[in-house]
């Protein structure tokens, strides 16, 4: 039994995509999820890892491809792309051999494509699509949304609970948000560099490096955050802005 | 009486050098009246010179001469004004008295009065706008009469001895009066004559070149091609009345008529080395057949004898072909046609330079509405196939509905060459659209009307609104995660319908200056602003992450009951 989960911004879209997976017996497949944005789908695939997502490419603010280069590589589940028509998409999967199906689906190609899924096990390489760098860092706040611009984080970093961000708000002053991306993922494809197992810290937003005992040090942000910086990566950052 | 006989005789050689002299361009700033300096240094210069002649030619009697000098004097005023009479007047008075005799005084005084005299004839017909009557040789025969009473009366009054002058009067005052006055009125008959030659010429002239622009305007509009420049050349022909008038592009003759038509046939290559010659090197070529030598390339027996070979020039000087007249061997080339032809060419260049212009205007016009169709189908229709597929599971009847929106909406795209609709077929349109989109979009998308009646039956160009509303789901509040709305409203406003369609999602901005638009857009601005003019059209605002607004503005038209 393959766990999935069904991305789409409209709503009757997902609705016969659900049914028509649940019309085909070959495959035994449970929607455990559908999400009407990216935004969610993003939040809904790293809490309940799926094995597979059915994604659509056409969404509102973050498309299914900028979706894509936010899941981490390592736990990607398989990606089924579904779109209606994305003449430049199309031949991107295509030339990758990657999975898709079109809209308005037919029953018999969705069929085959969830046999290949099913037996294809080696992981898709994503690169092709998703190495760009990302441009909009989906957050979720207390009932809403925050897409913020990867120049407005000061730090990132992870606890328990998951990975949070600080970032400069238009007033200046800071705010903390939770984010569904890993850190890895931040710092792959963004400008923000590690300074701690658990820290990122965008290097533009720096104000103060404070070094303390035994090698450790801090930095303080513009925004008066503070974050720590280990021996390991100390060293890192002081090539980095030539501290010598 | 001897007198009068050899004074005549001195005049008619005077008229003959007039005469000879209106040969010459010299003669041509005196045909008009133009008041411009190089125009009266002319008139000075020609008529001082007539003056002097005047003198010499005078017969010696008694210790003084009589003459014709008054003649240059009046006519140089008369033509001149006053200042050129004056001017002249005083060259030839000067002139006079450097010869001497007890006369001498009196002459230079009368003779600059005399110039003076025109040119006060010159000014007053001048300031009552008669100035054709100024070149009545009636009134230089007059004035001139007028002129000799006064210079004998001065010479009656100035000379000295009294007695003297006044048996000289006795003598020259009849020969003189007689002499002169038909002299100016000969002199003036050459003038004026000269002047309608040269009138009657350009007359013609211009004639003939406006009724070829007239007759061959707008044929060459549809195209350079052989059944049009058919009727240029016939036109031409018949107009300029050549021996044959040829039309060749830079290959192939594309019109010929006249004689040797049988032989000189549209369509086939151009043979002629002069043509080639022409066409290489964009230049005129005339080939009289005397001093260049002109012959028939295709047949020996062929009759025309010369050729004149114009180039047609277009943008950047590029020649796109040429056009020949040619006279046959017996006949010669009037210089009328000669400096036509040219003329001619560039007439013709430019209409076929305006064929081009309008034939890839239309062309655009329709590629841009093809394209505008085109961009509305694939995106759009898959989706909303995956919609209604969607729906028929859950509820047929609704799907049903949502075909017959579906078909509409193609129906009225297919429909390429309607120009223009009312508003409420527009509505309808945008109405079939949405019942699509709002489907799709069915939890995030609200579409608010109010459009006011009065405006239904107004004609807008066909896909004016449509463009509009796509524009502000497809990059608008598809966007949005949630809650977009758009208004679509009209209302009127000193005379003006103002059409607005408004989302809430500002995404539309762009930069300040760079006033961009899709393509869409831009067409939807350009079609409005064909319609009804440059001040109407399409304008974008856009206040960013909040809202963004196209306006329509164009006339509001009264209904004719």
Same mark, same amino acid.
């Given at each position: ?15 016969? &995509?659900?049914? %028509?997976?649940? @019309?085909?017996?070959?495959?035994? #497949?449970? *929607?455990? !999820?559908?999400?009407?944005? /990216? ?28 979706? &894509?280069?936010? %899941?981490?590589? @390592?736990?990607?589940?398989?990606? #089924?792309? *579904?779109? !209606?028509?994305?003449?430049? /998409? ?49 957050? /979720? ?104 | ?561």
């Amino acid at each position: 039994m393959l766990k999935a989960i069904v991305i789409d911004d409209e709503q009757y879209a997902r609705d016969e &995509l659900i049914a %028509l997976i649940a @019309e085909q017996k070959e495959v035994e #497949i449970e *929607v455990i !999820a559908s999400c009407n944005n /990216a935004i969610e789908g993003l939040k809904k695939v790293n809490q309940l890892k799926p094995d597979l997502i059915f994604l659509d490419i056409q969404m509102p603010q973050i498309t299914g491809i900028e979706m &894509l280069g936010m %899941l981490d590589p @390592e736990t990607m589940p398989k990606v #089924i792309f *579904v779109t !209606a028509f994305d003449e430049y /998409a199309l031949q991107a999967f295509e030339d990758n051999a990657f999975d898709y199906i079109l809209k308005p689906v037919e029953p018999c190609r969705l069929r085959k494509t969830l046999q290949r899924v099913k037996y294809k096990m080696q992981q898709d390489n994503y690169q092709v699509l998703t190495d760009k760098p990302l441009s909009l860092i989906p957050c /979720a706040g207390f009932n809403r949304y925050l897409l913020l611009k990867p120049s407005e984080i000061e730090i990132a970093y992870s606890d328990q609970s998951g990975v949070h961000i600080i970032s400069q708000q238009a007033d200046k002053s800071v705010a903390e948000t939770s984010c569904s991306l890993s850190l890895k993922i931040l710092e792959e494809k963004t400008e923000l560099l590690r300074c701690h197992r658990q820290y990122l810290i965008n290097p533009n937003m720096i104000r103060e490096i404070r070094l303390l005992d035994n090698s450790l040090a801090e930095i303080v942000t513009a925004g008066g955050a503070v974050a720590p910086v280990s021996r390991r990566y100390l060293k890192m950052l002081k090539d980095r802005f030539q501290l010598h | 009486m001897e007198l009068i006989f050899s004074l005549l005789q001195q005049l008619s050689v005077y008229l003959v050098l007039a005469y000879l002299l209106s040969k010459t361009p010299l003669f041509m700033p005196l045909t008009m009246l133009s008041g411009r300096l190089s125009h009266r240094l002319a008139c000075y210069i020609i008529f001082s010179l007539f003056c002097v002649l005047g003198t010499y030619f005078g017969l010696a009697i008694e210790n003084a001469i009589a003459n014709t000098r008054a003649i240059g004097a009046v006519m140089g005023g008369l033509l001149g004004g006053p200042v050129v009479g004056f001017a002249v007047g005083l060259t030839g008075g000067i002139h006079r008295y450097s010869m001497g005799g007890f006369t001498d005084v009196a002459c230079a005084i009368s003779t600059t009065s005399e110039g003076l005299l025109g040119g006060l004839v010159h000014l007053y017909y001048m300031r009552r706008g008669l100035v054709e009557r100024i070149f009545n040789p009636f009134l230089a025969l007059l004035v001139l009469l007028v002129a000799e009473v006064m210079q004998m009366s001065i010479i009656l009054l100035v000379a000295e001895p009294y007695e003297q002058a006044l048996a000289l009067v006795k003598t020259i005052a009849l020969p003189m009066i007689i002499a002169n006055s038909l002299g100016a009125a000969l002199f003036m008959s050459i003038i004026q004559d000269r002047k309608t030659i040269y009138e009657k010429y350009s007359a013609s002239f211009s004639s003939k070149a406006l009724t070829i622009a007239e007759r061959t305007v707008g044929i060459l509009s549809s195209g350079f091609n052989q059944e049009n420049t058919q009727k240029v050349a016939q036109i031409i022909y018949e107009e300029t009345g050549v021996g044959a008038v040829s039309i060749t592009d830079r290959n192939k003759i594309m019109a010929f008529i006249g004689t040797g038509a049988d032989h000189h046939l549209p369509g086939t290559l151009i043979s002629s080395s002069h043509t080639k010659q022409a066409i290489e090197n964009g230049e005129l070529i005339f080939a009289d057949g005397y001093e260049v030598a002109y012959q028939c390339s295709i047949k020996n027996s062929c009759k025309l004898g010369a050729a004149l070979i114009i180039p047609l020039l277009g943008s950047e000087d590029q020649v796109l072909g040429t056009i020949k007249l040619y006279e046959p061997k017996q006949k010669l080339f009037s210089s009328m046609n000669l400096s036509l032809g040219e003329g001619l060419a560039k007439l013709l260049s430019n209409q076929i330079l305006n064929s081009r212009y309008l034939e890839q205007q239309t062309l655009l016009t329709q590629a841009e509405l093809r394209l505008l169709q085109a961009q509305v189908n694939p995106h759009f229709l898959f989706n909303a196939l995956n919609t209604i597929s969607a729906v028929i599971r859950q509820d047929p009847d609704k799907a049903r509905q949502l075909i017959q929106h579906l078909s509409q909406f193609f129906r009225r795209n297919l429909k390429h060459n309607i120009e223009s609709v009312t508003l409420q077929d527009e509505l309808k349109h945008i109405h079939a659209y949405l019942e699509i989109e709002l489907a799709r979009f069915s939890d995030r998308l609200t579409v608010n009307f109010s459009i006011d009646e009065t405006l239904l039956t107004q004609y807008v160009p066909t896909f004016t609104l449509q463009p509009l509303v796509e524009n502000a789901i497809k990059h608008g509040t598809s966007t949005q995660l949630e809650n977009g709305v758009i208004d679509v409203s009209g209302c009127l406003q000193n005379n003006i319908v103002i059409l607005k369609v408004v989302d809430n999602a500002g995404t539309y901005c762009l930069g300040d200056n760079e006033m961009q638009q899709g393509l869409g857009l831009q067409i939807v601005d350009k079609r409005l602003k064909n319609s009804f003019g440059e001040q109407y059209g399409l304008s974008m605002s856009c206040e960013q992450g909040v809202t963004t607004s196209a306006q329509i503005k164009f006339p509001f038209k009264e209904e004719l009951s």
